[in-house]
T-cell receptor
């Protein structure tokens, strides 16, 4: 099976702009979670989508949003970018059902805000 | 919310020696504990996980132990090799949700 793919791999944006990142999960997986990774804060959960609905949400401001399409592909959007949004954004794919959820990560999108 | 602490933050071992990384968690409802390995420029790779009804799990040179009473779990790598050099993360979650709470990471360097 193909793994999790994320596009683009690298992005440079200016403060105040907005950005959209894309994630395609492993075939058959219905859940996509998004995480932010920074040297200072580590890996932090943003949100999870399952069957086109947001099922879990982390403690990030409303500038961070996401959605999921009927084919399970997901996008996350960050509006009004701030310098502190510079990070590696990772998406993780999982079946989303059953008692325990193994999550498989993509390579990430490196976002730099200048 | 859940809080996961991971120690040590860096670990240097000689090739062939063992490496041990320890994590503690705060939420007694957590019952799924995966470990991830992250190499430079890549996303985290799931290497082993353990569930609350199991005390120990092994996969070749890697083993994980869980002590639910003390709320801590550990990763053991035996016969370390240079390719084991990476950053390792522990995490915890409740079965009911997909939210993983990660430890701060351990940078492991295996010296040949």
């Amino acid at each position: 099976k193909a793994g999790v793919t994320q596009t683009p791999r690298y992005l440079i944006k200016t403060r105040g702009q907005q950005v959209t990142l894309s994630c395609s999960p492993i075939s058959g997986h219905r859940s996509v979670s998004w995480y932010q990774q920074t040297p200072g804060q580590g890996l932090q959960f943003l949100f999870e989508y399952f069957s086109e609905t947001q099922r879990n949400k982390g403690n990030f401001p409303g500038r961070f949003s996401g959605r999921q399409f009927s084919n399970s592909r997901s996008e996350m959007n960050v509006s009004t970018l701030e310098l502190g949004d510079s990070a590696l954004y990772l998406c993780a794919s999982s079946p989303g059902t059953g008692s325990f959820y193994e999550q498989y990560f993509g390579p990430g999108t490196r976002l730099t805000v200048t | 919310g859940e809080n996961v602490e991971q120690h040590p933050s860096t670990l240097s071992v000689q090739e062939g020696d063992s490496a041990v990384i320890k994590c503690t968690y705060s939420d007694s409802a957590s019952n799924y504990f995966p470990w991830y390995k992250q190499e430079l420029g890549k996303g985290p790779q799931l290497i082993i996980d353990i569930r609350s009804n199991v005390g120990e799990k092994k996969d070749q040179r890697i083993a994980v132990t869980l002590n639910k009473t003390a709320k801590h779990f550990s990763l053991h790598i035996t016969e370390t090799q240079p390719e084991d050099s990476a950053v390792y993360f522990c995490a915890a979650s409740r079965a009911a949700g997909n939210k993983l709470t990660f430890g701060g990471g351990t940078r492991v360097l295996v010296k040949p």
